[in-house]
């Protein structure tokens, strides 16, 4: 019970962190919230080895991080066409007005995204992430170089506001 305990008030004290930084992997709100729902079931199956040895905040970042980029994943490809009828307002989530980046990071390859969130909005080294992702040091490089450039060049290319319109 008090491992179940302890469970519980993690979930509580992370929840709105975790929905974030599974916002920042997936791009998609509803992707975050099941990024975030698998990585606590898996979490809570080894709760009590992971409180004892690890920090259960790191295990369950490394969790969706691993998930996010695993072939399951990669397989489920859908695409939703509409808006959902009732739309429930999360603050955790970026407003309106800043999507413009988060959609051109959500346009990335999975990989390069990861990367790019792990190591900008983590602020984990290129060694942590090689070792989140089970990839090298040097594939860490190279996809934050070929995100960074792909991002530079699509909000390079995107059409300029016109200030004088405001």
């Known amino acids: 019970m008090d491992d ?37 079931v898996r979490l809570c199956g080894a709760w009590s080895r992971v409180r004892r040895k690890d920090s259960p905040h790191s295990y369950v ?59 900008y909005y983590e602020q984990l080294s290129d060694a942590e992430i090689a070792k989140v992702l089970g990839i090298s040091s040097g594939t860490v490089r190279s996809q934050a170089f070929r995100g960074l450039d792909k991002l530079r060049s699509s909000l390079s290319s995107a059409p300029a506001i016109d200030r004088s319109m405001r």
Do not use: C, K
Not at 17 to 33: E, F, I, K, M, Q
């Open 4 to 40: 179940e305990a302890g469970f519980d008030d993690f979930v509580a004290e992370q929840t709105d962190a975790l929905l974030r930084y599974g916002y920042v992997l997936t791009g998609n709100p509803h992707d975050a919230a099941d990024l975030v729902q698998e990585a606590l």
């Open 61 to 119: 970042r490394t969790t969706m991080a691993r998930l996010h980029i695993s072939v399951w994943r990669r397989r489920r490809r859908e695409h939703l066409a509409g808006e959902p009828p009732d739309r429930i307002h999360h603050e955790v989530f970026p407003p309106e007005e800043d999507q413009g980046l988060w959609e051109e990071l959500a346009a990335l390859p999975r990989r390069q995204r990861a990367v790019l969130v792990l190591r």
